[in-house]
């Protein structure tokens, strides 16, 4: 059963960027198509944007459109979120997950257990 | 993309039903089979426990179950178990927008 695995808490300065990583553990990273989903304090999930690793084709909601870069390295089994220009509001856990299957409408199946991210001067 | 559209919470006592609904626009819930439902645990990751609007993936008991009506898709759970006490998310595909997801606001079941 493939789990994944994400880098631990960040804490960071308004302006700075963050970047989190996400790593797959007993199976490729190649075989899915990985989603970023982030859910601030006592709030609801926000989906962020996906990509494809095997083609590193990645796209973002436009809520995040100019910040927000999501890569892939295959060989490293490890996705990653980078995310710019934060403010307090992008204090969140910030969750990988991959979808259940190749096509974009996949529903959202392996979920990683989140990274806290705090945003704070 | 706005978030969809749930009710914050909603109970029941142990062995009754519960339904919660999701309400959408025909760019998201409307326009494709693509809802989907998640459990959330406090301090626990999401877990799928409906995709396609009424499936359910393997080990999901039949006690939950999911339906929809134009813009607005349901979730029920049958027969009430303490262990539902959760958080619960619907999510749509809305396409047309850079292949995005947009999820709903949430509704806290309670097991009275």
């Known amino acids: 059963q493939v789990q994944l695995v994400q880098s631990g808490a960040e804490v960071k300065k308004p302006g700075s960027s963050v970047k989190v990583s996400c790593k797959t553990s007993?199976?490729?990273?190649?075989?899915?198509?990985l989603s970023w989903v982030r859910q601030a304090p006592g709030q609801g999930l926000e989906w962020m944007g996906r990509i494809i690793p095997t083609l590193g084709l990645a796209n973002y909601a436009q809520t995040f459109q100019g910040r927000l870069t999501i890569t892939a390295d295959t060989s490293a089994n490890t996705a990653y979120v980078d995310l710019s220009g934060l403010t307090s509001e992008d204090t969140a856990v910030f969750y990988c997950?991959?979808?259940?299957?190749?096509?974009?409408?996949?529903?959202?199946?392996?979920w990683g257990p989140g990274t806290s991210v705090t945003v704070s001067s | 993309q706005s978030a969809l559209t749930q009710p914050p919470s909603a109970s029941g006592s142990p062995g009754q039903s519960v339904t919660i609904s999701c309400t959408g626009t025909?760019?998201?819930?409307?326009?494709?089979?693509?809802v989907s439902w998640y459990q959330q645990h406090p301090g626990k990751a999401p877990k799928l426990i409906i995709y396609e609007v009424s499936k359910r993936p393997s080990g999901v008991p039949d006690r939950f179950s999911g339906s929809k009506s134009g813009n607005t898709a349901s979730l029920t759970v049958s027969g009430l178990q303490p262990e539902d006490e959760a958080d619960y998310y619907c999510?749509?595909?809305?396409?047309?927008?850079?292949?995005?997801?947009?999820f709903g606001t949430g509704t806290k079941v309670t097991v009275l």
């Open positions: 997950v991959t979808h259940l299957a190749a096509g974009p409408w996949e529903p959202f199946d392996i």
């Open positions: 007993g199976g490729t990273l190649s075989r899915f198509t």
């Open positions: 999510s749509s595909y809305a396409g047309t927008d850079n292949f995005s997801h947009v």
């Open positions: 025909n760019r998201d819930v409307g326009g494709f089979n693509y």
